[in-house]
Each structure stands twice: as C-alpha cells, then as structure tokens.
C-alpha cells in the first residue's frame, strides 16, 4: 500500500472536488487520515441561504457561490500543515478564484464518476440538504481540470481504499 511522506517542506492545500454525491466528505477523512492532513467539509461553510436554496432543489448561481469560494480559499490560506477542503469547484473559474484567495499552490483531486454510480450514492445517503434532483445542474456545470491546473483525477467507482490509494499515488508522483 503506498503511504505519502508527511514530512513534506511545504504544506500542501488539496481540494477534493466533483459533483454533488461523488465521495468529498468521505474520501476527504479517509485521505487526511492517511496522510496526517487535517479535512474540513467546505459545505460547512456556505452561507444559509445557499444551503436552504439548495434544499429546495434551486441550483446556486455563481453570483450564490462566490462568497463561499472566498471562504474556501480563505480557510486554505489558514494555519500550518496539509489541509484538504471538499469542494465542488465545478468551474476553472471557481478553481481560480479558489486559487487566489488561498495565495499558495492549491493541488485540485477530482473525484470523477458516472452519473448513475453518483446518482446511486446520493439516492443512498440521508441527511444532507443536497437532493438528487440538482445532479443534472452539477453535471452541466462540471469542467474537470485541464492540463494545465495543478490537479489529479481518480475514478470513485472502486471502493475507498482504492481511491485513496490512486489519490496519494498520484500526489507522490506531482511531488516527484
């Protein structure tokens, strides 16, 4: 099993990103876990009102998301150590902004899959405001990374373990 080097010079600011029910919360304590990161859930920072426009099944605009992506950058920006955020970023514009409020390199893991696999996993779990019914909106927005952002891609529909596995895999190798 690959294991990451914690001791690294710099630290480093991940973004788990993808689109709603693609696995941030749960890859994201699993892979802070394994790499001595510390996560936090960046739905935890959206305003209220997007939060209850969401659970009313309206998707968010950009004009919505914006105070959130600064929050999310900001948060990056914060404190010592490996931190990984889940985030959807589902726009380069999104990632950039991410990028600027954070002021340090900001590596992005997105977490990609099908629609039925994440339509299954969103039908599964309960208790979070995001409904099925916007994964359409989160589909039509999703622009994964281009090769020229700093990022990695893994396939979800393998179980956990794998996922972190190809995650610091590939971290190991943009750190080679």
Known sequence: MAQMQTSSPAPQRLVLMGVAGSGKSTVGEALAKRIGATYFDGDDLHPRANIEKMSHGEPLTDEDRWPWLTL???????????????????????????????????????????????????????????????????????????????????????????????????LSRLAA
């Open 72 to 170: 999310v950058g900001e948060a990056l920006a914060e404190g010592d150590g490996t931190k990984i955020v889940g985030c959807s970023a589902l726009k380069r514009i999104y990632r950039d902004h991410i990028r600027n409020k954070a002021k340090v390199p900001v590596i992005f893991v997105h977490l990609a899959g099908s629609r039925e696999v994440i339509s299954g996993r969103m039908g599964a779990r309960t208790g979070h405001f995001m409904p099925t019914t916007l994964l359409d909106s989160q589909f039509a927005a999703l622009e994964p990374p281009a090769a020229d952002e700093m990022s990695v891609t893994v396939d979800i529909d393998q179980p956990l373990e794998g996922v972190v596995d190809v995650i610091v895999e590939q």
